[in-house]
């Protein structure tokens, strides 16, 4: 498993997968063997084989009972419910996010789903109900700013103009703004070494905006990772230099010292270049919202004028490569696209 792994990471998805599939059926480490093999197959579009390899993950860990392996169940859960819906199963996908519970926390991006899957349905009640459950959420990582931009088509599909500005003007005031506070402290510090502590400083004591764009960033499970992981780098060197005086004069005290400050230079600058990408990920995904937003907004208008409602198709799209990361822990936050078709002002 650990090499498996270590070739996904690195890159090398073939050869992990015909290393999964070589794990007997009678191992200890089966099922997770066939959870990460489902993962990767369907990173490589072979959802069909990832389907298969998630369900028997599911069964085998469904014998277990320990905290790790209901962990593993809840992770194969929602693997297997983003590739039955990529692969366009979508009553069987959100199945699957109910079978996750009520207090799970992908439960957002089931409601995100659920709306879509009423708005295929020409249900607009349905739709605009499931949206709201994601509009009383605090903005975080769970916090999808694409509902927002939804509900404006919906309204404004439904004949409801004022209702579809009311939506444009939140996402506005919640998401524009944050995306152009996310592009200022992207631009703030190019090195990733000078990144980190400028945003906890953020965080702790900064303007509202600047507070809220850094706390996105943080939350991020790869950074807040990282993070913790200076933090004990650097009690440990708190740790060494209060040490007695002829320990700190020894020999063995000059490699600890030297190892533990290499370390640390190696986190702050991890943690920096995930804290980058982060805001470059939400920024780019912020700005596409925000032209699917400026779209209805024109479209609003001329409709208005005409005095007839428009015609408005929606896809929202999954990201493979971002639905199915290798890493358990890794978060991506741009899990879709979404797009929609403004035809003319004519009603459907």
Not at 106 to 134: I, N, W, Y
Not at 188 to 217: C, I, K, N, Q, W
Not at 247 to 275: F, Y
């Amino acid at each position: 498993m650990l090499v498996a792994r270590g070739l996904a990471q690195g890159g090398k998805e073939q050869a992990a997968i015909e290393l999964l599939r070589a794990v007997p059926t009678s191992a200890t480490e089966r099922a997770r063997a066939r959870l990460l093999l489902g993962i990767l197959l369907a990173r490589e579009g072979e959802l069909g084989r990832a389907r298969g390899a998630l369900g028997e993950a599911l069964s085998l860990l469904a014998r277990e009972k320990s905290l790790a392996a209901r962990l593993s169940r809840e992770l194969a859960l929602l693997h297997l419910a983003r590739a039955e819906w990529a692969a366009g199963s979508r009553g069987s996908s959100l199945a699957r996010y109910a079978a996750l519970g009520a207090g799970s926390s992908f439960g957002p991006e089931a409601s995100l789903l659920r709306a879509v899957r009423a708005l295929d349905a020409k249900d607009a009640k349905l739709a605009t109900e499931e949206l709201h459950r994601l509009h009383g959420l605090r903005l975080s990582h769970a916090y999808f700013p694409e509902g927002l931009i939804l509900r404006a088509a919906i309204y404004l599909r439904d004949g409801k103009p004022d209702r579809a500005e009311e939506a444009l003007k939140a996402f506005a005031e919640s998401f524009v703004k944050l995306g152009a506070a996310l592009g200022q402290l992207a631009q703030r510090e190019r090195d990733p070494g000078d990144v980190l502590a400028p945003l906890r400083r953020d965080r702790a004591s900064g303007g509202r905006g600047a507070r809220l764009a850094a706390g996105v960033v943080l939350e991020d499970v790869a950074v807040d990772e990282s993070a913790r992981s200076l933090d004990q780098v650097e009690r440990e060197l708190a740790l060494l230099h209060r040490s007695p005086p002829e320990w700190k004069a020894s020999s063995i005290a000059g490699v600890v010292l030297q190892e533990l400050t290499l370390l640390k230079s190696l986190v702050v600058n991890q943690a920096g270049s995930l804290a980058q990408r982060r805001m470059r990920s939400l920024e780019r995904r912020i700005d596409g919202l925000a032209a699917e937003g400026r779209r209805i907004r024109t479209a609003l208008t001329r409709c208005r004028a005409a005095q007839e409602l428009p015609t408005v198709g929606v896809e929202l799209r999954p990201l493979r490569a971002a639905l199915f990361e290798p890493r358990e822990l890794a978060e991506r936050h741009d899990l879709f696209t979404l797009r929609l078709e403004l035809g003319g002002c004519a009603a459907r």
